[in-house]
């Protein structure tokens, strides 16, 4: 059971179809929103999955826009709502990863269209009111309901074609947010079972799909876990583990989920001294009794990067990173020094086990 004496809890609106296929669906859900000018969204490596979902529409389709990009640049966004109102967009259909439904969020932010999402990552941005954007090289994160899109449709068939290590670190990048849901200051009782659920999705999952790429109930089973954990992120404060992913994506321009992946176990190694008894359930999912070493572990089995120096962080650039991360601290479980940080990211950047 996971009471909790005192919580808050608030439902969010969001209409969610799970099932192979179910992409077919989008022109059905369009007329549902009440909407007929749908623009399609991706980017560029998925231009031929927007042009397909484009016929799949048909008519209701009045444009493709291929040009999202990595953390939501602001001069693309721009382009992109140029676009939307030549064509007289009344929706957008967002065909992508975390990068392009960034970009049907910014277009909503706007524009206040309203937003269908058909994730090919296991990100989970598409549902959250999260968003964030670049300008000028510097990345602002904003949290607006305006930009939480209406329906979500995870169809099994699209994430077969995520290659393997993409796989497994876009995987590891969703389970962060539930490990650090688990220890949340507002978290609630729903937010740690969909945390559960949703690791225990993907630790039953994962393996199987290493196994095959193509086995579709795993893949399903994959999505589902990416829902639930992106759900937590939409609902709790997050801590230290995203606060020095976000200080490594923003300032050392490391790849998203790769860096989840690795910074993961350290954080939650570290973690765990002040929060033994919330992480519980990473130890009983993953094995062992110390959950940093049991994230490490799962990670090393599937393959993922170890290490901050496979990724490409300089190891003269830790210090800043260090000085960095403490400047402008989350919340986190316990308070942590700069000189603790500078110590886990050495341990994260050797790839070593953390401590
Ligand atoms: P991504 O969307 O950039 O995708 C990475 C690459 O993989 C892209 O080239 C994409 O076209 C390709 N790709 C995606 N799905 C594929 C598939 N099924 N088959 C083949 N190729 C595929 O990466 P991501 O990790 O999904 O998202 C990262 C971005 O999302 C970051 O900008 C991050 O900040 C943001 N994000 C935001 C939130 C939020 O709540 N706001 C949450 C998580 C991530």
Request: charged content about 20%.
């Amino acid at each position: 059971m996971h009471f909790q004496p005192e919580f808050a809890f608030e439902g969010q609106p969001v209409r969610v179809r799970f099932a192979p296929g179910v992409r077919r669906c989008t022109g059905e859900e369009i007329a549902r929103l009440g909407c007929s000018r749908a623009l399609v969204l991706s980017t560029p490596p998925q231009a031929d999955a927007a042009m397909e979902m484009a016929q799949e529409i048909g008519d209701a389709a009045v444009g493709v826009f291929t040009k999202a990009a990595m953390h939501t640049p602001v001069a693309i966004t721009e382009e992109a709502v140029q676009h939307a109102r030549y064509v007289r967009a009344d929706c957008v259909v967002a065909i992508g990863g975390g990068s392009t439904t960034g970009l049907g969020k910014a277009i909503a932010l706007r524009t206040e269209l309203p937003q269908i999402v058909i994730p090919t990552t296991y990100a989970g941005s598409e549902v959250t009111a999260i968003l964030g954007q670049t300008e000028k090289g510097e990345k602002t994160t904003i949290t607006d309901p305006k930009v939480r899109p209406e329906v979500v449709l995870y169809d099994a068939e699209l994430v077969r074609s995520l290659p393997v290590a993409m796989t497994v670190t876009s995987a590891l990048n969703a389970m962060a947010h539930a490990v650090e849901g688990l220890y949340a200051q507002n978290r609630n009782p729903v937010s740690t079972l969909m945390a559960i659920e949703g690791l225990e999705a993907f630790a039953a999952s994962l393996p199987d799909v290493m196994r095959n790429p193509h086995d579709l109930e795993a893949r399903g089973a994959t999505l589902y876990g990416a829902w639930l954990c992106g759900t937590v992120l939409g609902q709790v404060g997050m801590a230290l583990h995203h606060k020095l992913c976000h200080t490594l994506g923003g300032s050392f321009d490391l790849p998203h989920a790769e860096t989840h992946a690795v910074v993961l176990a350290h954080a939650i190694g570290f973690n765990a001294r002040a929060a033994g008894r919330e992480l519980e359930p990473v130890s009983r999912i993953f094995g062992g009794d110390r959950p940093g070493q049991a994230l490490y572990d799962f990670a090393k089995s599937l393959g993922a990067p170890l290490g901050l120096r496979e990724i490409g962080m300089k190891e003269a650039d830790l210090p800043r990173a260090a000085d960095l991360a403490a400047a402008k601290p989350y919340w986190n479980p316990q308070p942590v020094s700069r000189d603790e940080i500078l110590k886990l990211l050495e341990a994260a950047w050797a790839g070593d086990p953390p401590a």
